[in-house]
T-cell receptor
């Protein structure tokens, strides 16, 4: 079955810097990969989806890359702000035919002013 | 954007009682809904996939007789935790999907505490 690794449990950066979060998967290459943000005690909020035939996707200060050779996705937040502090989750389809998602453990980002 | 609501947001119950959690898609029709459980400092664990009008598909290790799922309409799925025990205390989150879009929209979650 598919396994997801988000290497850093926690990432601390200063305001204005770029945060880079990593997501690696171990098995088959998924048709797409998603990133979510989760605040404490809340449900995840969808941020970006990138498909297997896309190398990069951008949305405002967010950028996601997808390298199927490395089996890795990178999630970047540029010009980070304290309000960006949250846990960021990488998610993939549960299996090659399914619609459910499996999630990584997440990386908790703290942006200090 | 798509909105998913959950009710209640918090529930405290005695051991042995049953608790029902509702998940509603407010502005779209969700043919598929999903139920997740999240323990402190852990990631979301998929419990079951709920399809409107048919039986839910449970993940390995999830007891279908303990976690009853009903998806009676395109906007409502319910999860009933039967005979709840303290180890069932967790954060339960539902999500909904509007095919063919792959994005899942999550509810705010329900914090269950079983005493």
């Amino acid at each position: 079955s598919q396994k997801i690794e988000q290497n850093s449990e926690a990432l601390n950066i200063q305001e204005g810097k770029t945060a880079t979060l990593t997501c690696n998967y171990t098995n088959y290459s998924p048709a797409y990969l998603q990133w979510y943000r989760q605040d404490p005690g809340r449900g995840p909020v969808f941020l970006l989806l990138i498909r297997e035939n896309e190398k990069e996707k951008r949305k405002e200060r967010l950028k996601v890359t997808f390298d199927t050779t490395l089996k890795q996705s990178l999630f970047h937040i540029t010009a980070s702000q304290p309000a960006d502090s949250a846990t960021y989750l990488c998610a993939l389809p549960h299996n090659q035919a399914g619609t459910a998602l499996i999630f990584g453990k997440g990386t908790t980002l703290s942006v200090s002013s | 954007g798509a909105v998913v609501s959950q009710h209640p947001s918090r529930v405290i119950c005695k051991s042995g009682t049953s608790v029902k959690i509702e998940c509603r898609s407010l502005d779209f029709q969700a043919t598929t809904m999903f139920w997740y459980r999240q323990f402190p400092k852990q990631s979301l664990m998929l419990m079951a996939t709920s399809n409107e009008g048919s039986k839910a598909t449970y993940e390995q290790g999830v007891e279908k007789d303990k976690f009853l799922i009903n998806h009676a309409s395109l906007t409502l799925s319910t999860l009933t935790v039967t005979s709840a025990h303290p180890e069932d205390s967790s954060f339960y989150i539902c999500s909904a999907r509007e095919p063919p879009i792959e994005t899942q929209y999550f509810g705010p979650g329900t914090r269950l505490l079983v005493l």
